[in-house]
């Protein structure tokens, strides 16, 4: 009745599976990652490699106080305490030896300097070598070849099986899928000994699935995720009796550029430079609107607020930060310019206030103090005057989903009937809900993933193995 079996069954190849695999494969015989994209890493790998850490080496070096508590106090925040707090803390309490991990097993490089992101109260935010979760993500595949961990791309969870206990004893997969093809492909079933392990992902480019949780994220809204981020693995998960968490909180991304599709190379210019070390503008009014510096979900609200058309701005000494700028240039993403007057011209913002604007910011950063909107100004933050200027044009897309499936700190998936975790069935990453609340901080979500995917992955693997 099983085609084949291995110890410990992972659906999905991005930072939660891969996690997961390494350190399954570390505690026992077999393990195997289905993934049904026909290449690996999901949103993983085309993400921006951003990592936050409290407690980091890089903060030791650029002196800066951070603490697990302070972390999670931001996590609840930013999440309107919407947050599952036990797992939050979790998350922010190992998130510096996650790191560390990331450095000693996988060999990850980082760059030498920390970012500061919107709604976290210090820089803490690691950056990965390459700008991108590529540089965390080839690593974990590498080391999987090493383990001879195998990873079947094309092969779709359609089914997962429970045995008389109602516990998941193996999942029916289809071989040779051509995604989003359900008629594709080939049946087969794969007997788990010890355990199945979620992993698959959120849900942002389910348009339909999305606009039934949240009926204001019509279909035409943009999506930054890869092609494969839909819903039927939770519907699955669901099925099997786990308890949904908050599936209509669903983040939209404020940086993102209107002058690409997806995530491009634009929404790390604004997260990295823009909005940092620049000022975003109503272009309507020429003004400031808004603590460029808040979370996602302050910012987004903001804009969408009087349906406002919004731009950020940088100067040269800003855009130093900025580590995809010649893509953006080259794209026409950012636009530079000699002047603000250049710079107004073009995008048809009131020059007047907007030099008044620019004046006023200048002299909040002289006095140290934005006592306007209350951003938190970087320490090497310069008054925005020096020449070239650059701009771009935002608009908000849909990013992420901070609702899914529950589990506990065991990363065990709970059933809505008993509320008792379901026999051998584990999840972590994206699928998973409710630690992020409201509204996920950036450069969280890795984090969140490979703490829990090792969780995961390390539970899964001690389960007694079935005969
Ligand atoms: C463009 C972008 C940039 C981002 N940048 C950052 C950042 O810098 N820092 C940060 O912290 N967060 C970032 N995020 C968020 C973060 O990258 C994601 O939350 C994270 O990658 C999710 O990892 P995951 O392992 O849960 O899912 P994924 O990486 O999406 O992997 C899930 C995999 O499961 C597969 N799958 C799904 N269903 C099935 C099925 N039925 N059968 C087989 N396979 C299946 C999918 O195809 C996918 O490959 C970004 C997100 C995006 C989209």
């Known amino acids: 009745m099983w085609d084949e079996e291995y110890d410990v069954v992972i659906i999905g190849s991005g930072f939660a599976g891969l996690s997961a695999a390494i350190e399954a494969r570390r505690l026992c015989s077999s393990v195997v990652v289905l993934e049904k994209m026909a290449v690996p890493g999901g949103n993983s790998i085309i993400s921006g490699g951003l990592f936050a850490a409290a407690g980091s080496p890089l903060q030791a070096q650029e002196n800066i106080d951070d603490s697990p ?44 300097k920390l970012s500061h992101l919107g709604g976290h109260s210090v820089p803490r935010t690691y950056n990965t070598a390459n700008t991108s979760g590529s540089g965390i993500i080839r690593p974990m595949l590498v080391k999987c070849r090493e383990m001879d961990i195998p990873i079947r791309l094309k092969t779709f969870l359609s089914q997962l099986i429970t045995d008389e206990s109602g516990a998941i004893e193996g999942v029916a997969v289809i071989e040779d899928y051509i995604f989003p093809n359900r008629e594709s492909g080939i049946g087969k079933r794969i007997r788990a000994k010890r355990a199945v392990v979620m992993a ?16 204001m994220l019509t279909e035409d809204i943009e999506c930054t995720n890869h092609r494969g981020a839909t819903a039927e693995s939770l519907i699955i998960a669901l099925k099997a009796g786990a308890i949904p968490v908050q599936l209509s909180m669903i983040q939209l991304g404020p940086w993102a550029s209107r002058d690409e599709e997806g995530f491009g190379v634009g929404s790390m210019f604004s997260m990295l430079a823009g909005f940092p070390y620049g000022i975003l503008i109503d272009l309507r009014t020429g ?38 700028l010649e893509k953006c240039l080259k794209r026409g993403v ?6 603000i007057e250049e710079l107004a011209i073009a995008n048809q913002a009131p020059l007047i206030p907007l030099k008044a604007t620019i004046n006023a910011y200048n002299a909040l950063i002289e006095k140290g103090r934005d006592d ?14 020096h020449p070239p200027y650059y701009s771009i044009r935002l608009i908000s897309k849909v990013h992420y989903c901070m609702g899914g499936i529950q589990i506990n700190t065991r990363a065990q998936i709970i059933r809505i009937d008993t509320q008792q975790p379901i026999g051998r069935f584990y999840a972590a990453g994206e699928i998973v809900g409710g630690i992020h609340g409201a509204s996920r901080l950036g450069s969280n979500a890795i984090t969140d993933c490979i703490v829990f995917g090792r969780i995961a992955g390390g539970n899964a693997a001690n389960e007694p193995p079935r005969p």
């Open 200 to 215: 698959a992902g959120g849900f942002s480019q389910d348009k339909k699935f999305r606009a039934i949780q949240n009926p």
């Open 287 to 324: 003004e400031r609107f808004v603590n460029e510096q808040a979370d996602r979900k302050l910012l987004v609200d903001a804009m969408l607020n009087f349906d406002r058309e919004s731009i950020a701005i940088v100067d040269e000494m800003g855009v130093r930060h900025a580590s995809t």
């Open 69 to 112: 508590e302070l972390m999670l106090a931001d996590m609840l925040a930013a999440g309107h305490d919407f947050n599952h707090r036990d797992l939050a803390g979790i998350v922010a309490e190992k998130s510096a030896e996650t790191l560390q991990w990331t450095i000693d097993e996988l060999g990850v490089k980082y760059r030498p």
């Open 334 to 339: 950012v636009r530079k310019f000699d002047t």
């Open 372 to 385: 306007q909107f209350g951003k938190p100004l970087p320490k090497d933050l310069l008054p925005l005057k």
